[in-house]
């Protein structure tokens, strides 16, 4: 989902100022049906080691913009 905003502002003659706010809010988790195994410590294992534990990943991406110009 996005939502965006914005506003144009005449400075004087042709030149005018943008601003514009958009939000973007991510709906599916980026990272689905993997796992990643940590040791007691709860450091992340990649090679080598004997898993204690597994961990499911989880990150949906969100994003807020700022966005700035000059139109000539």
Known sequence: MIIS???EYNISG??????????NNGFTNMFSNQDVIRTDLGDPVFEGINPREDVR???IANSIELNLGILF
């Open 5 to 7: 905003g914005g506003i």
């Open 57 to 59: 990943l989880r990150a």
């Open 14 to 23: 042709s030149t005018s100022l943008l601003v514009g706010f958009t939000f």
